[in-house]
C-alpha cells in the first residue's frame, strides 16, 4: 500500500529536526573544562587508581573530551585474546595513560613505568591466576618496557617486541613444561625461554605432569 506523500514528508521533516537537535543536547557544557591542575588529578585517578573495570566503563562515556584523548588502538597488530583471554581492556587503558601524560608534559620516565605497571597488573587480573596467560601477560609487559619508551604507540611496541612470535614460543614451550617428568626441568624450559627470548617471566610454579 502506497504511503501518502504528506505522511512522507512529515516523517523526513521530523527526522532531520531530531538530527538538528540530538548533538546539540549532547554537546558537553562549558563547565566541563578542568584547569591544569584538576586535569591531572582526574587523569591520575583513572590511569592508577580507578579498578580495570571502572575504567573501562568511564572510557566508554568519554569525560572531559577534548582535553582528554580517549583515542586507543586496542591491542591492535597483537592479539587483544592471546589464549581467550580479553587483554583489549588493559590496552585501552595504557594508551589513555601514554598519550595523556605525553599531552601533560608529563611522560617521564618513572611515570612510563608507572602506567606499565598498571598494565603489567591490569593484564595478571585479566588472567584470573591462569599460570600460562600471565606469562604471556609478562612478554607483553615486556614488549612495552623495552620499546615503550620510543615507539609510536603501544601498538608500535608490542610489534617491536615480537609479541605474537614470542607468545607462539612461550606455549610452546608451556606446553613441553606441563608435560615434564620433573618440577626441574620445567623450570629449565622456562629459564631456557627467558634467556633466548629477553623475557622475565613472573608466573607461579609450573604444572607439572
Known amino acids: 500500500m502506497a504511503v501518502p506523500r504528506a505522511f512522507t514528508l512529515r516523517a523526513v521533516t521530523a527526522a532531520c529536526a531530531a538530527a538538528v537537535t540530538l548533538p546539540l543536547a549532547a554537546a558537553p557544557a562549558q563547565a566541563d573544562t578542568l584547569p591544569p591542575d584538576e586535569l591531572r588529578r582526574v587523569t591520575d585517578a583513572y590511569v592508577f587508581d580507578y579498578a580495570l573495570d571502572d575504567f573501562t566503563a568511564v572510557s566508554a562515556q568519554r569525560p572531559h573530551e577534548p582535553q582528554l584523548d580517549w583515542s586507543n588502538d586496542g591491542c591492535s597488530m597483537s592479539p587483544d585474546q592471546p589464549i581467550g583471554y580479553d587483554f583489549k581492556p588493559g590496552c585501552v587503558r595504557h594508551d589513555f595513560g601514554y598519550r595523556n601524560f605525553k599531552l601533560q608534559s608529563r611522560f617521564t ?22 599460570w600460562v596467560c600471565r ?18 604507540d603501544l601498538d608500535d611496541a608490542l610489534e617491536q617486541g615480537d609479541v605474537e612470535e614470542k607468545t607462539e614460543r612461550f606455549l610452546a614451550t608451556a606446553e613441553k613444561a606441563e608435560d615434564a617428568g620433573s618440577a626441574r626441568e620445567a623450570e629449565r624450559l622456562m629459564a631456557e625461554f627467558e634467556q633466548e627470548t629477553g623475557v622475565d617471566l613472573d608466573t607461579e610454579s609450573v604444572p607439572v605432569g
Open 109 to 130: 620516565e618513572a611515570n612510563r613505568l608507572r602506567i606499565d605497571n598498571v598494565f603489567r597488573d591490569d593484564l595478571y587480573g585479566i588472567c584470573d591466576g591462569d
Open 135 to 152: 606469562g604471556v601477560a609478562d612478554i607483553y609487559y615486556s614488549a612495552v618496557r623495552g620499546f615503550g619508551g620510543f615507539a609510536s
